[in-house]
C-alpha cells in the first residue's frame, strides 16, 4: 500500500488503488469542486471526503473521516470486499449500494435525497426522501419525507408518509410510525425485539424466562396517533407499537436484558475511543464488525429468538404500579 500525505491532481478525476491517504480530500480550488473520486481497492482514507461523485468499484475500502459527494455515492453492483465508512455520510442526489458481493458499514448517521442499500449494516440512522433497503440492518432509525420499502430488515424505528413492507422483518424500539396504513406484500412477518434478550443471545447464553420477539400485525396493531412538534404543529399519523405489552410485562427487570447496553455500544461504537465488553463474560468485544455479524445471524435466521410467551396476573400487574 502506497502512503499518499497530500493529494495533488492535474484533471477532475482521482482513483485510488492500494493507497492510504493520511490527509484530508477537500477541493482547494473552484474547479475541484467537480472532482470524481474512483476507489478501485486496498484504500484508506484517514481525514475526509468531498467530492462531485464518489465511486466505489471494489473493496476493502475504508473512509475514517466524513464523506460528502455533490451528485453521487455509488458502490458498483460488481465490487466485492469490505466497505467502511466510519462517520457521517451526506450526498445532495443518491447514496447506492446494491452489490450482493459488498459488505457495506455505515458508522454514523447518512442523509441524501435518495438512499437504496442492500446487505449494508448502519449504526445510526437514515435520513432521505425516497429509501429502499433490502436485508439490511439499521440500528437507528429510518427516515423517509416521501416513501420507504423495506425488505427482509431490521431497523430501530421508521417514520414515512407511506411505507411498503415485505419478507420478514424486525423492529428494535417500541413503535414505527406512517402517515399512511402501511401496504403489505402478502407472507409479510414483523416482529419486535423489545422484549427479547438479545444480551444473552449474543453472550450465547440461554435467554431469561418471560422474554422473546413479539408478533405484529401491520393490518391490526396500529393506532391513529397525533404527533405535535415544537410549533404546535400536528400531523395523524399510523402508530404500530408494543408499548402496551410492554406496559404489562413491566414487572419484569428490562436492565437484565442488556439491550439498551448492546444497541448504545452499537451506535455509538465508531465515536467511541475503545470497545467495550460484556463484564465477566467470553463474548466477543462490541465492535461494530461484531454486533454487524450479531444482528445479520438474526436476521437471517442463524440465531433464533424465542417467542414471547407469558402471561400475567391483574394482581401483579396491579402490584407493579403502586402508587
Known sequence: ????????????????????VKSSIIPQVAKELDRTIVVQGDVEVEGPVYAHTILVQNGPADFQGAVYAQSEIHVESNAKGEITFHKAVGCSQSVVSLSPGAVV?????????????????????IFAEDIYLENCVVLGGVFATKKADLKNVMVG???????????????????????????????????NLTLADLGALYKGAPEKPETG??????KIDSLRTVLMDDNKNSILVNSYSVAGKILISDSFDLDKLENHFLLTAGTLGSQLLKSYSFPDSDAPELTMRNLREFFFKILNGQVAVADLNGSISFSKMKGSYKV
Open 157 to 191: 424505528t421508521f417514520n414515512s408518509p407511506a411505507v411498503n413492507v415485505s419478507g420478514i422483518n424486525y423492529l428494535l424500539y417500541p413503535s414505527a410510525f406512517s402517515v399512511e396504513p402501511i401496504a403489505v406484500l402478502p407472507g409479510t412477518e414483523f416482529y
Open 213 to 218: 420477539k413479539i408478533p405484529l400485525d401491520l
Open 105 to 125: 458499514e455505515f458508522g454514523a448517521d447518512i442523509n441524501a435525497k435518495t438512499v437504496r442499500l442492500r446487505n449494508a449494516y448502519v449504526a445510526a440512522s
Open 1 to 20: 500500500m502506497i502512503e499518499l500525505k497530500e493529494i495533488r491532481v492535474s484533471d477532475n478525476r482521482l482513483t485510488l488503488h492500494e493507497n492510504r
